[in-house]
């Protein structure tokens, strides 16, 4: 149930059965960003059957809890009827691995095992570089590793399907998320160029943290949203959780 109106989507969100709180008429105007688009995703997220829905309350809590506002978290807690978070799990796998890489300060060779794929790079080669960009000791650093990550993603391509490179989509994603955390908007649509869906919500969130103001695409997270799939509504929690977690680009 994809492209349904707003004001029908909100009828139906309101006759939701389960913990589910949508205030109509929902607008963005005025209203505080965060509240504002978080309440258009768990709207989106109202139209779910109970159990798929069930599974989306961690992840949307846990995504409030990056904007470090416990009024909020507990608000929404509350609203949702959800225990306290675990504690968090161990450090991610590429981080892992690229600590592993970096371990001697020897950049030279962390880049000449990532171009030809020798181990750890053999698996996960674009999470793990990108790990390292976060790690490098300066900008310069950073910008050799991002340098090579373009070069081994190389050109955009037209594929689509299993026509085209998936490592290539995995470079894209991963440099959109660096350049969107560096506030860097040409690297950004460089990046996007290269992923399987450059026109993502999940996208369009991240660049909107840099060109300032998500609260334009609660509309589009409400009438994309899907009454049977999670992935629109995991993709929107995906892409406002920087701005939640880092705020605005200045």
Aim: charged fraction near 25%; aromatic fraction near 6%; charge should be negative.
């Amino acid at each position: 149930m994809k492209g349904i109106g707003i004001s029908i989507f909100l009828g139906l969100a309101g006759l939701v059965s389960g913990p589910v709180d949508a205030r109509a008429p929902l607008t963005c105007g005025t209203s505080n960003s965060g509240d504002c688009v978080l309440e258009a995703i768990w709207t989106a997220a109202s139209i779910l059957p109970t159990q798929k829905r069930d599974r989306l309350v961690e992840p949307f809590l846990e995504t409030v809890a990056l904007s470090g506002d416990a009024d909020l978290e507990y608000a929404w807690r509350q609203r949702l009827k959800a225990a306290p978070p675990a504690p968090l799990g161990e450090t991610p796998y590429a981080r892992q691995k690229a600590r592993l890489a970096i371990a001697s300060g020897d950049w030279d060779r962390f880049l000449s095992d990532a171009r030809s794929g020798r181990p750890p790079f053999n698996i996960g080669r674009p999470e793990i570089m990108a790990e390292g960009a976060r790690l490098a000791r300066d900008t310069e650093t950073r910008q050799r590793v991002i340098d090579a990550m373009f070069d081994l993603a190389g050109p955009p391509q037209t594929a689509t399907g299993l026509d085209r490179s998936f490592e290539q989509a995995d470079f894209g994603h991963v440099l959109a998320e660096l350049a969107m955390e560096a506030c860097d908007l040409a690297g950004f649509d460089r990046a996007v160029a290269l992923t399987a869906e450059p026109d993502s919500l999940r996208h369009a969130l991240w660049r909107s943290r840099i060109t300032g103001d998500a609260r334009p695409l609660s509309a589009r997270i409400l009438n994309e949203a899907d009454a049977e799939d999670t992935r629109h509504v995991r993709s929107a929690l995906d892409g406002y959780a920087p701005i939640l977690e880092r705020g605005y680009c200045p």
